[in-house]
């Protein structure tokens, strides 16, 4: 692991430690050892077996665990890690209390399925916890949106939507909010940082004025160059269909290809998805019930209601 306590508040990162100081585990409290050398990362190591079972964790899963307790216990809570709710059989990986509120906060880096996300979620805030999930760095955004992080985001007026991650060498949050999408462009979004959960608090409750944006005329010709090579891949089928209304693809998708970004709710191009409902139910297909369009198009979200959001 990357992380060690010097004393019971001040967590060290090893490339930052000094030999001749004594650290000790987060988890189990056993004294660690400092490892430094030429060919490998500096790390800390126990002499002998963790007491804890974080000991069968990765070490971004461990090291993130350590930076959540230290910032609860500074921001006034009593908090632990690896606390069995009994009632819940569940195990979360940080447990905060202050007066009456009580907070959980998980540190999401291995794949989890939408089923076991909406359950565990379901199960805290029925218990009357908050949750909090913060997302480890195999989660991070790339050029396209997928169901695996989709599924995490939340929406707020001042954030649009967003997402909480955990840079644990940098020891920050990462908070990736307005995010948007437009046909046949890359995801569009904002980053901002957070030392520490005050500062996360902080940062989520200031007014970021957030609005979706519109394409400039340079993206426009990009989403036609696109265009033109996304048509050359469509199956037969869909293209069968479109001759048989005396229209080509290609005018189909111009048509209703997005003119701005929208929100990040499509898992399908909205320009694909809106001619594929044309040409199946024709010109009525515009009076479809959005729980339809919902159901056949869009992400699956444990914290959004889609329907008030598109």
Same mark, same amino acid.
């Given at each position: 692991?990357?992380?060690? =306590?010097?004393?019971?508040?001040?967590?060290?990162?090893?490339?930052?430690?000094? #030999?001749?100081?004594?650290?000790?585990?987060?988890?189990?409290?056993?004294?660690? #050892?400092?490892?430094?050398?030429?060919?490998?990362?500096?790390?800390?190591?126990?002499?002998?077996?963790?007491?804890?079972?974080?000991?069968? &964790?990765?070490?971004?899963?461990?090291?993130?665990?350590?930076?959540?307790?230290?910032?609860? !216990?500074?921001?006034?809570?009593?908090?632990?890690?690896?606390?069995?709710?009994?009632?819940?059989?569940?195990?979360?990986?940080?447990?905060?209390?202050?007066?009456?509120?009580?907070?959980?906060? &998980?540190?999401?880096?291995?794949?989890?399925?939408?089923?076991?996300?909406?359950?565990?979620?379901?199960?805290?805030?029925?218990?009357?916890?908050?949750? #909090?999930?913060?997302?480890?760095?195999?989660?991070?955004?790339?050029?396209?949106?997928?169901?695996?992080?989709?599924?995490?985001?939340?929406?707020?007026? !001042?954030?649009?939507?967003?997402?909480?991650?955990?840079?644990?060498? &940098?020891?920050?949050?990462?908070?990736?909010?307005? =995010?948007?999408?437009?046909?046949?462009?890359?995801?569009?979004?904002?980053?901002?940082?957070?030392?520490?959960?005050?500062?996360?608090?902080?940062?989520?409750?200031?007014?970021?004025?957030?609005?979706?944006?519109?394409?400039?005329?340079?993206?426009?010709?990009?989403?036609?160059?696109?265009?033109?090579?996304?048509?050359?891949? #469509?199956?037969?089928?869909?293209?069968?269909?479109?001759?048989?209304?005396?229209?080509?693809?290609?005018? =189909?998708?111009?048509?209703?290809?997005?003119?701005?970004?929208?929100?990040?709710?499509?898992?399908?191009?909205?320009?694909?998805?809106?001619?594929?409902?044309? =040409?199946?139910?024709?010109?009525?297909?515009?009076?479809?019930?959005?729980?339809?369009?919902?159901?056949?198009?869009?992400?699956?979200?444990?914290?959004?209601?889609?329907?008030?959001?598109?």
């Amino acid at each position: 692991m990357f992380y060690a =306590l010097k004393d019971p508040d001040h967590l060290v990162r090893a490339d930052r430690a000094r #030999i001749a100081e004594k650290y000790y585990c987060p988890f189990c409290h056993a004294q660690v #050892i400092l490892r430094k050398g030429t060919f490998y990362q500096s790390h800390f190591a126990h002499k002998k077996q963790c007491l804890s079972k974080t000991a069968l &964790e990765t070490s971004e899963h461990q090291d993130g665990k350590a930076l959540l307790l230290m910032w609860a !216990k500074a921001a006034g809570y009593f908090a632990r890690s690896e606390v069995y709710l009994q009632e819940l059989a569940q195990k979360p990986d940080i447990l905060a209390k202050k007066k009456e509120q009580e907070l959980v906060i &998980e540190f999401q880096c291995a794949p989890l399925s939408y089923q076991s996300l909406c359950q565990r979620t379901t199960g805290y805030k029925q218990a009357g916890y908050q949750v #909090i999930w913060v997302l480890g760095m195999n989660y991070r955004l790339k050029s396209k949106l997928d169901q695996k992080t989709a599924q995490f985001m939340h929406y707020s007026k !001042k954030l649009g939507f967003y997402l909480i991650y955990l840079d644990v060498l &940098e020891q920050r949050f990462e908070i990736d909010y307005a =995010l948007q999408m437009a046909d046949l462009l890359e995801l569009r979004y904002s980053r901002g940082y957070a030392t520490d959960l005050n500062a996360l608090k902080e940062f989520c409750q200031t007014d970021h004025h957030v609005s979706l944006a519109h394409l400039s005329l340079q993206q426009q010709k990009q989403q036609l160059l696109a265009l033109e090579s996304y048509v050359d891949k #469509i199956k037969y089928r869909l293209r069968k269909q479109a001759y048989a209304e005396n229209i080509t693809l290609q005018q =189909l998708f111009k048509a209703n290809l997005s003119k701005r970004y929208y929100y990040p709710l499509w898992r399908t191009a909205c320009f694909y998805w809106k001619s594929k409902i044309y =040409l199946q139910y024709g010109e009525g297909s515009s009076a479809l019930a959005p729980a339809y369009i919902v159901h056949h198009f869009a992400y699956k979200f444990a914290f959004i209601t889609i329907e008030k959001r598109k």
